[in-house]
């Protein structure tokens, strides 16, 4: 076993594909994929550590203690109220100015090469850190598989006595064009998902579950990302409720496709939610190669709890009692195409 305490930079690879990673957030730093000869980078993301340690928009991060928001900062369990740390607002947003994405993970297993290369990260977080209960343990692997996949999984261990909300997810950013390719919004989703959670001006669910039917959050059949976002404000920053998602079984939750690099991604999981987000935020952003990215130029697909959820008992919820563990398993599967993402959460 062996420790980083400052910011590093690692690789695992196989043949046709490259992962980089940085053990702050831990991040996607870049994501390499063979695609007819030639190597494609479909995540954004920056050239410097200085970059990283300034940026607004988890590009590649891993969030949490509580992905997503969570109003007025606080919520109750158990009895006790906790109040948290704001970041957004009054309200906290992806475990607080000093969360997951922020800080510094330690390195535990690496391995470079061979037929499962695979980095391992781990973070000790302490109870009241950003006003969460709890001491958790939480690690994250990442492996590149021979077959063109790669997976990654994270686990939250409660070492302590206190229960706490736990909701890790991934922020990685796609571009299934290249990260420099521009914007995504002709690329073509479906989003398994016939309701959604309406929010307020604050991105705050109302707690209302509704059909997306009738909306420009119906995705149940492809269609163009671009092709209705002028109907929303901003565009696209909203959960899906999953259909068929039950217990441990994995279900199909999206399709992202680019008709222009043969790029195919699907994702499954076995959480109830999906945050779609279509990089709406983005403006001006210098990033990779001195690529300077703009609204829209990747998106989101984080699958989650609801947000809120710790303030809402009628949403779907999840709490890490003592000494009980929380899993979550991603899969990026390659066929030619981006073919396969999976993300399952355990108990």
Not at 246 to 275: F, H
Request: aromatic share 10%; with cysteine; hydrophobic share 35%.
């Amino acid at each position: 076993m062996f420790f980083y305490n400052l910011w590093s930079l690692e690789k695992i690879k196989t043949r046709g594909s490259m992962l980089s990673l940085l053990n702050v957030r831990p991040l996607f730093d870049s994501l390499l994929w063979c695609v007819t000869g030639k190597l494609i980078d479909i995540v954004l993301g920056y050239d410097t550590i200085k970059q990283y340690k300034n940026d607004t928009t988890y590009f590649g991060a891993t969030v949490g203690r509580v992905a997503n928001r969570i109003k007025g900062a606080q919520f109750k369990l158990n009895g006790n109220t906790y109040k948290l740390v704001p970041n957004e607002g009054k309200n906290m947003l992806h475990g607080g100015p000093k969360g997951y994405a922020d800080v510094v993970w330690e390195v535990t297993k690496h391995l470079n090469e061979g037929d499962e290369p695979h980095i391992v990260f781990s973070y000790h977080s302490f109870d009241g850190e950003e006003g969460f209960p709890g001491e958790i343990v939480v690690t994250v692997r990442y492996t590149l598989l021979a077959d063109n996949r790669l997976t990654v999984v994270m686990k939250a261990r409660n070492i302590g006595k206190k229960a706490t909300p736990v909701n890790i997810a991934n922020h990685a950013y796609w571009n299934l064009g290249g990260h420099n390719n521009g914007d995504i919004l002709s690329e073509k989703i479906q989003i398994f998902a016939s309701k959604y959670t309406p929010v307020d001006s604050e991105l705050i669910p109302t707690g209302k579950v509704e059909a997306v039917k009738g909306t420009p959050f119906d995705f149940l059949k492809p269609n163009a990302i671009g092709s209705r976002i002028k109907q929303l404000p901003k565009g696209y920053d909203i959960n899906y409720a999953l259909d068929g998602v039950r217990g441990r079984k994995i279900w199909k939750a999206a399709v992202v496709q680019d008709k222009n690099s043969g790029i195919q991604m699907e994702l499954s999981t076995n959480a109830p939610g999906l945050q779609f987000y279509s990089g709406n935020m983005i403006k001006d952003v210098k990033g990779k190669d001195g690529f300077v990215y703009k609204a829209h130029a990747g998106l989101c697909l984080e699958t989650q709890w609801y947000p809120d959820y710790v303030n809402q008992p009628q949403l779907p919820s999840i709490c890490c009692g003592a000494w009980k563990e929380v899993q979550t398993c991603d899969d990026v599967q390659i066929l030619n195409t981006l073919r396969a993402f999976r993300s399952s959460i355990f108990i």
